[in-house]
């Protein structure tokens, strides 16, 4: 089983809007509403892989109540900590007359107490002993300690649980000292943190040799629409190029390599097999309309014409 934490869960609905125009009234079409937060995203395309997953983070007030809901309904093993804040709701605009072009208006989140988050660490270390890996995706809310994170990566050593982190900000810096199994990031999140721009594939695969010498065991830097590039534990580096795709929307796109990579590896398949699934998975998702969606025929097809992405200078 994967435990899959989500710190910033939020209530995520898409409204399908053709010819959408800034300071116009509109009357949707197409509503998705979804469990949110990048963490239910890789959970729902794990599950779609066949992978059973654990969802844990903190929810509150009425749109928790249909967070909750709505993950249940959809089969998503979870277990929410209940916090006084509002849950944040987070939209999406797909105008299809706009080749899809995507408007997206994301609330912070709401701020959560030191107890409220020990809540959902306690959570976490209580199911770790079932894990086989533990996938920790998305922003902190406000309000938590400055150790949230390490203390979740504290709860996955003593409990000898790899880690699959997928996240930013100022706690990145500490959480490589403790030697996550996977650091996923995308091209401008690895740059920030390494502290200068990955502008073409063979720069970000030099800087995924560089955040291994920080701490992360193997690397994987997602590129858009290029593909991905990453080094192997072994200091093997690789990048596979994305299929040409007729996308709807990318929205959860990255949450699904993420998906496709963690199933790839608890299957053993290893990093770069499993990076080419993750690309597969990415883009099967850009297919649909909605976070974390994909189709396994889509991933089947698309898989073959995955082709390496050269590294030369």
């Not at 910033?8 to 809007?17: C, E, G, Q, R």
């Not at 199933?263 to 998975?281: D, F």
Request: charged share 15%; hydrophobic share 45%.
């Amino acid at each position: 089983m994967i435990v899959t934490v989500v710190p910033n869960p939020a209530l995520d609905k898409t409204v399908v809007l053709p010819d959408f125009k800034l300071g116009n009234i509109h009357r949707a079409g197409e509503v998705i509403i979804q469990a949110g937060g990048k963490g239910f995203n890789v959970a729902r395309a794990l599950r779609t892989l066949g992978v059973q997953g654990l969802v844990i983070g903190p929810a509150g007030g009425y749109a928790g109540k249909h967070l909750l809901a709505l993950a249940r309904q959809e089969g998503l093993e979870i277990d929410m900590q209940e916090v006084n804040a509002e849950l944040r709701t987070c939209l999406t605009i797909v105008d299809p007359a706009a080749d899809y072009q995507l408007t997206e208006i994301y609330e912070q989140g709401a701020s959560l107490s030191r107890a409220e988050w020990e809540a959902v660490v306690h959570r976490v270390a209580s199911a770790l002993p079932r894990a086989t890996s533990l996938v920790i995706s998305g922003s902190f809310p406000p309000g938590v300690p400055e150790d949230a994170l390490l203390m979740l990566l504290q709860q996955a050593r003593t409990a000898s649980v790899p880690v699959l982190l997928d996240t930013h900000g100022a706690q990145l810096r500490a959480a490589l000292a403790y030697r996550p199994a996977l650091l996923k990031l995308n091209q401008f999140e690895a740059g920030e943190l390494l502290g200068y721009p990955l502008t073409d594939p063979f720069q970000a695969v030099v800087g995924t040799a560089e955040l291994q010498r920080r701490g992360a065991q193997e690397v994987i830097i997602s590129l858009g629409k290029t593909g991905v590039v990453g080094c192997t534990a072994e200091g093997q580096r690789f990048g596979w190029i994305a299929p040409t795709v007729s996308a709807l929307s990318s929205t959860g796109s990255g949450d699904c390599l993420l998906a496709g990579i963690a199933a790839g590896l608890i299957r053993g398949q290893g990093l770069i097999q499993s990076a080419r699934l993750g690309v597969a998975a990415g883009a099967a998702n850009t297919l649909q309309i909605g976070a974390g969606l994909l189709n396994l025929d889509d991933i089947e097809t698309l898989l073959p014409g995955i082709q390496v992405l050269s590294l030369t200078s």
